[in-house]
């Protein structure tokens, strides 16, 4: 995501799969995705030639196969309350993802399963004079 995706969007389409490898190898086959690999995650991203990236991964425990859709939230705690307000339940709280951000999945009220996705802080940008002085540090003659 290279800039800041608007609130209620679609941002991450997980395609979840009893068997990620296959899968992989059919979309990158068949579509042309380009596939990331994240072995300390055991999770897959993969990017389409437009529109939300994702990945794949084995359904989680009590999910069948499928597709789970993430949708952008500025902040998940407050848009659980909401959910549950308007007749929705929340299936897996808040988690973090580890350098990214967090999830959250709910069910609407007529049955289907959807993730919510809030991005972690950025790292700021070292200001340009600071990497100076830290290239030259320790370089006395």
Known sequence: MAETPKFGSIVHVEIQSNDPPTTTRFFREVFGWKIREMPEMDYTLWNAASGPGGGFMKPQEGMS???LNHIFSKEIESDARKIQAAGGA?????TEIP??????????????????FQAGPR??????????RKKGKGRRK
């Open 99 to 116: 350098k990214v951000g967090w999830f959250a999945v709910f069910r609407e009220p007529g049955g289907a399963v959807l993730g919510l």
């Open 123 to 132: 790292p700021r940008p070292v200001p340009k004079k600071a990497k100076a």
């Open 90 to 94: 929340i299936l897996m709280p808040k």
């Open 65 to 67: 196969p499928g597709t």
